[in-house]
């Protein structure tokens, strides 16, 4: 399993003025569900941050997320590690498949993967 990037989950009541500001900086919006916003650089497109007003599929709003080329062994793993999954694994209609997990501060980690053909 490797790790395809690390994004900043970031909440937020703004996220219109957000997507101006970082636009600024050279980041485009490259995903928009209306609660949850991705901003990324064209020239770098790993580089990305996230704002949400809040996680409307799940219990919490995570506080990263980490993609995966495998989020069905990243799972196994975890749990097998005693791990404290805070929502389980499961397909979203936007397209990824992820499960919430917590690490050993606290936070909550939003672990996610796209299936095959997707970016």
Do not use: K
């Not at 900043?8 to 219109?16: F, H, K, M, Q, V």
């Not at 990305?48 to 996680?55: G, H, I, K, P, S």
Request: hydrophobic content about 45%; proline content about 8%; glycine content about 6%.
């Amino acid at each position: 399993m490797s790790v395809r990037r690390v994004v900043p989950d970031l909440r937020s009541t703004a996220l219109e003025e957000n997507r101006a500001f970082y636009g600024l900086l050279g980041l485009e919006e490259v995903m928009n569900q209306g609660w949850v916003m991705t901003l990324a650089s064209p020239a770098n497109p790993t580089a990305q941050l996230t704002f949400l007003t809040a996680d409307r599929t799940a219990p919490v709003t995570p506080d990263l997320s980490i993609e995966v080329d495998d989020v069905d062994a990243a799972y196994a793993t975890l749990r097998a590690a005693g791990a404290v999954i805070v929502r389980p694994l499961a397909d979203e209609e936007w397209g990824v498949r992820r499960f919430f997990v917590r690490d050993p501060d606290g936070r909550v980690v939003n672990v996610l993967g796209h299936p095959v053909g997707r970016p």
